[in-house]
């Protein structure tokens, strides 16, 4: 086996789970990131639920009680 060869094998075997578990360090602090912000504004997202009347959708008011 040529050097060329034996370096993109070497390239293949180590390179690629290298960089792949980069890319995925990355994609997870990044997304850690913005759930932290979120929390930390106060985004309608992490709001309480409104209170509701207990029924089915449109079945009564909510101050129908």
Not at 9 to 21: Q, T, W
Not at 30 to 56: C, F, M, V, W, Y
Request: hydrophobic share 35%; net charge negative.
């Amino acid at each position: 086996m040529g050097n060329s060869y034996f370096s993109l094998f070497d390239m293949a075997i180590c390179g690629a789970p290298a960089l792949a578990v980069g890319i995925w360090q990355l994609a997870s602090v990044s997304s850690e990131i913005r759930r932290d912000k979120q929390s930390q504004t106060g985004s309608p997202e992490n709001a309480p639920l409104p209170e509701s009347a207990g029924h089915p959708v449109r079945e009564h008011r909510l101050d129908d009680r």
